[in-house]
């Protein structure tokens, strides 16, 4: 079973800190997603990585960073918490190419981390 | 820029009967149109996708239909339990390559016994 680990389910920070989520896959998976998820608006894309240290910015990359140096892991970072980015976080990865018939659209997604900023 | 609206009111529905979710898209016209459940708290898992070349798709008791001139795609879950009671997400693949998605922002859907 593909497996997508996130390193807190809960987290606190104090507005201005700098904000470390982890995300770990054990599929081999070539693309590593981030998202945030608040109410009424779904998933929305921050940064995505289609390789180690290839990045690139997804629809919301204002006040974030990501960080790719192994294949399995991808780092989201808030460079200086705020208030509004308290969300659920949500790591995913896919497959690239369609070898084995497998569905590389499908992304596998991590329990998510619940980031509250004060 | 593309965009994907699925009913932001809960559905709330009798366990036994059919569920129905809309997920109805612009601007747009996807290879691939997915849906995903998530439960509270957790991270949505894949169901189903369906290619736009396929009308309809089933698994056990899901059943989705894709219609391209419509730009709408149809969820249904048959002889729907309690345990059927998720927020369901409708995915599409976007452009730019990488095989991002774009995703609605669910429905919630509560089957009462």
């Known amino acids: 079973d593909v497996k997508v680990t996130q390193s807190s389910r809960y987290l606190v920070k104090r507005t201005g800190e700098k904000v470390f989520l982890e995300c770990v896959q054990d599929m081999d998976h070539e693309n590593m997603f981030w998202y945030r998820q608040d109410p009424g608006l779904g998933l929305r894309l921050i940064y995505f990585?289609?390789?180690?240290?290839?990045?690139e910015k997804g629809d919301i990359p204002e006040g974030y960073s990501v960080s790719r140096e192994k294949k399995e892991r991808f780092s989201l970072i808030l460079e200086s918490a705020s208030t509004n980015q308290t969300s659920m976080y949500l790591c995913a990865s896919s497959f690239v190419g369609l070898a084995g018939g497998r569905n590389p659209y499908e992304q596998y997604f991590g329990p998510g981390t619940r980031l509250t900023v004060t | 820029s593309q965009k994907i609206e699925q009913n932001s009111e809960a559905l709330n529905i009798q366990e036994g009967k059919t569920a129905t979710l809309t997920c109805n898209y612009t601007n747009y016209s996807p290879a691939y149109l997915q849906w995903y459940r998530q439960d509270p708290g957790r991270g949505p898992v894949f169901l189903l996708l369906?290619?736009?070349?396929?009308k309809e798709k089933r698994k056990e008791r899901l059943k989705v239909t894709f219609d391209t001139t419509l730009k709408q795609s149809l969820f249904h879950i048959t002889a729907s339990q309690p345990a059927d009671s998720a927020t369901y997400l409708c995915a599409l693949d976007r452009t730019g390559g990488y095989n991002k998605l774009i995703f609605g922002a669910g429905t919630r859907l509560a089957v009462h016994p």
């Open positions: 990585s289609y390789d180690v240290k290839m990045k």
């Open positions: 369906i290619r736009e070349n396929e």
